[in-house]
Structure formats: C-alpha cells, structure tokens
C-alpha cells in the first residue's frame, strides 16, 4: 500500500528558490558628499524693478477693482431710478384712468354741481352746522311727541345731503333738501302756533283758572308735545309758557342760521357763475381780437388800391354788421320773441331811441330769451356807432343809413322785412368797397357779437350811447330768491312783495 504522505509530497511543485542560484546585486555607488548652499547676494537696485512692477500690478488691480465697484453702484443706481420711474409711470396711468373712468367723470360732475350747496360743512360754516343740529335736537326734545318726529327726519335730512354729495348724487341731495325744508317748516310752525295758543291759555288762566288750563290742554294736544303738557301740569302754565317762549326764540335762530346757509349758498353760486363768464367772456374776447388782428392785416397787405385806415374800419364795422343783422333775423323767426318786444313796448329796438328803451327795460325782470336778444341788439348798435366815428351815438342815426327800422306796431313779417333790407343795403356797400379798392371777401370771417374795435380797455358790453342798466339788487328771504322792483323787495319767482 502506497504511502499517502509521501505521494502527497511527490505531487507538490518544486521552487526555483530550491533549484536556482540567488541573483546577483550590483554594488551600491556611495552618494557624493553633501556641501553648505551659499546664494548670491542682491543689492537694492536689482530688486527695484521687480517691486515697481509689481506695485504696478497691485495699483492696477486695485484700479480695475474701484472701476467696477462704481460700475456696479452706477448699474444699481439706474436700475433703481428706472424702477422708481416705471412705477411712478404705473401709478400716473392708474390715477388717470381712475380719473377718467365714467364713474368718477360722473361723481367730478355732480360735486361741481353741488360745489356751492347749502348744509355743506366746510371749514367756513361748520361751526354752523353743528350749532343748527343741536338746536334742531333741543327744539325736537323740548316741545315731544310730533315736534321730536320732525327733528329726527330734519337730522337725518342733513346727513342724507352731506351723503348726497360725498357720492356726488344731486338726486339724493335735492331729495333729502326738501325732506330738510319741509320738517323745518313743520316744527317752526308747530312751535309759533303752540307759542300763540298757549300765549293766550295763559292770558286766560289769570282770569279763569279753569278755562285757561282747558286751552292750554288742547294747545298742547295740537301741537303732540306731550313733555309740555307734563311740565304744565306738574309746574303750571306760566312756567311752561317761559320754556315754549325760549324755545321759540331757539327756533328762530335755527331759522336764521337756515336761512345765512342758503343766502351764502346762493352768492357762492352767483359768483362762480360770474367769475365762469369772465373767463369765457376773456378767452372769446382774445379770439376775436387775434382774428380782427388778421383780417387787419389781410386788408393791409391788399395788393389793390391801399384804403385808408378809417375805410378798413368801416369795412370791418359793415362786415360785422352784417353778421350781426342776419342774427337778428334769425332770432326775429320766434313768435315768442315777437310777442315779447310787443309786450315790453321795445318794437323799436334800432331806432333813435331805442337804446334809451333798452336800457329802461333791462332795468326790470323781464324773459331771458328777450334779454339775450336786446343785449345782443344793444352791443351791436355800439359797437358799429364807435367803430364808424370812434365814440358812442347817442341816436340811431348811422343804423338809419341802412334803411327804415322796425316801429311799433310793427308785424313779425315788417320787422323781418326792414331788418332783410337793411342787411342787403349793407351787403351793398360792402361791395362797392371791394369794387374800388380790391378788398377782399370776408363776410365769412364773422360771428354775431364780434368786436370791431381794437383798443383793450374798451368794454362792449356797456357803451356810453345808452345809460347803463343798474345790477338788479338780489337776495335770499325765507329760503326764496328776492330782487328789487319799484324801489320794493319782491320774490323772483312770482313778483309778490317780501314780507
């Protein structure tokens, strides 16, 4: 039997190690002795070049790093005055088509309508205001009942006008007015009437006790003042007659102060409108003095026979004329109108006193639309009669030139007639002067009431041919409109005297 150690030793490999010689090694050559490093010395001005070039280096780095840091601020700084730009841009846009949104368009117009109203608190009357609501709860809560109702609605009614023209509804506030003035009225005369009664309870009671407190009970049930009829009974007729009186004297201030609201209300209005027509009046004036500034100097540069300054006045003067008188016949279409020049006896508008009948009559109230036309008829005369001889007429001498004027008894059809023949009369001699010295056409050129007269300081609204119409005195009484007629203070509305 084979020996298993020994076939085991017989299979394992045999080692080079145990066949082969060791290799051999080379020697190792002895490293070369180490000596001391020793450099070389550098003087000062072989290192200046190198530090000027690298303090160069440094400044420029420095230089560059400064640049763009400004760079970097002056970016920033535009970036930020461009946003701040857009956004103001942004909220211009935004206000304006806030602005200019129906809605507010609407509300602008309505607070200009109520821009004057009455009741208003601003820092002029709020003193006011508040005074006349607390003498409106007083009087309410003195007199009860009925008395204390009226108050309440003439609170709210002020309230509601104050809402009315924050929101710029004129309804609102023209509604709320009236529910105002009819509960004033109610409470200033619940209390006259309960200070008349009560005044004659008490005459009454002197002489018989019991009567006396039997009219005092029924003035006291008239006027629903409950509070007043306990106070009667508990502190008597006298007493309660003192309290009624005060309260009287309350009332009549509250009506006072009513009253000095509406009157400034009423001035506020009439000098804005006044102040509005200047303005209108100014701007028309300056255009039509720039247009005559024009035609002016179209007549000076006319290449025909030269006129004289005076005929291109009087040939300015002929073409407003006749602008003028075509109006005239135009308005003189209205029967309305006819018959108001009959009724005022002013037919004879253009004759030689005419002016002085103008005058007299717009002294009076007479219908707007007979004022606008005698107004318009009253500049016309002037302004021809000082265009053609440099002062005012005092007759219609230069308008007779033209032909016959309207007379009284005239018919719709004569006046037209006369007026239609004076203006061809007119037309007339416009053309003779375009026939003689080439002048040019300008008829077109024209409006109705354009001045002729060049010299700023001249108003054409009062001329001295005609006696100024004094301004009509007006005020405010009892909440009405008053103006005076025949030397009396009469209503605007109805002509009855102010009492």
């Known amino acids: 039997m084979a020996d298993p150690l020994q076939t085991n030793v017989n299979l394992l490999p045999i080692s080079s190690a145990i066949t082969n010689r060791p290799p051999k090694v080379a020697p190792v050559k002895a490293a070369p002795p180490v000596t001391s490093y020793k450099p070389e010395f550098v003087t000062a001005e072989q290192m200046a070049p190198a530090l000027q070039e690298q303090r160069n280096v440094q400044q420029n780095l420095l230089t560059q790093a400064d640049q763009a840091e400004a760079e970097a601020k002056r970016f920033e700084s535009e970036r930020n005055v461009a946003r701040a730009e857009e956004k103001s841009r942004l909220r211009q846009e935004e206000a304006t088509a806030f602005q200019n949104a129906p809605q507010q368009q609407e509300l602008k117009l309505a607070r200009d309508q109520l821009k004057n109203a009455a009741f208003i608190p601003s820092k002029d009357n709020a003193q006011d205001i508040a005074t006349m609501f607390s003498l409106v709860g007083l009087i309410g809560m003195a007199i009860g009942g009925g008395g204390k109702i009226s108050a309440y609605n003439t609170m709210g009614a002020m309230n509601g006008m104050l809402e009315g023209y924050q929101k710029g509804r004129v309804d609102l506030y023209k509604k709320e007015k009236d529910v105002f003035d009819k509960n004033i009225k109610l409470m200033q005369n619940k209390v006259t009437i309960l200070q008349s009664e009560l005044q004659e309870a008490a005459e009454t009671f002197k002489t018989n006790r019991e009567l006396g407190e039997q009219k005092a009970e029924i003035a006291f049930a008239k006027a629903d003042a409950p509070i007043l009829q306990a106070m009667a009974r508990r502190q008597g007729i006298i007493r309660t007659l003192e309290n009624v009186n005060a309260t009287a004297k309350d009332m009549q201030t509250l009506v006072g102060l009513k009253n000095q609201q509406e009157e400034r209300s009423y001035k506020m209005a009439v000098d804005e409108r006044n102040f509005q027509e200047q303005v209108r009046a100014r701007k028309e004036q300056e255009a039509m003095r720039r247009e005559q500034m024009a035609l002016r100097r179209e007549l000076a540069n006319n290449k025909g026979l030269k006129p004289p300054a005076k005929v291109q006045e009087v040939y300015l003067a002929d073409n407003q004329l006749r602008t003028d008188l075509a109006e005239l016949k135009n308005k003189l279409q209205d029967p309305k109108l006819i018959s108001q020049l009959k009724q005022y006896r002013v037919e004879s508008f253009l004759s030689e006193e005419g002016g002085k009948a103008i005058a007299q009559v717009m002294q009076t109230s007479i219908p707007p639309e007979l004022r606008s036309f005698l107004t318009q008829v009253r500049d016309m005369r002037n302004n021809y009669y000082l265009t053609i001889s440099g002062k005012a007429v005092t007759g219609g001498e230069a308008l007779r030139n033209y032909g016959v004027v309207p007379q009284p008894g005239d ?89």
């Open 411 to 499: 018919t719709q059809e004569m006046m037209l007639d006369k007026i239609g023949g004076m203006e061809r009369r007119v037309d007339n001699k416009i053309n003779q002067y375009q026939g003689f010295y080439n002048l040019p056409d300008i008829r077109n050129r024209f409006q109705p009431g354009m001045p002729t007269m060049l010299d700023p300081k001249e108003d054409y609204s009062v001329r001295a041919s005609e006696t100024p119409a004094a301004p009509t005195q007006r005020g405010m009484f009892k909440g009405r409109e008053i103006v005076v007629r025949d030397n009396k203070w009469v209503y605007a509305d109805d002509g009855k005297e102010a009492k």
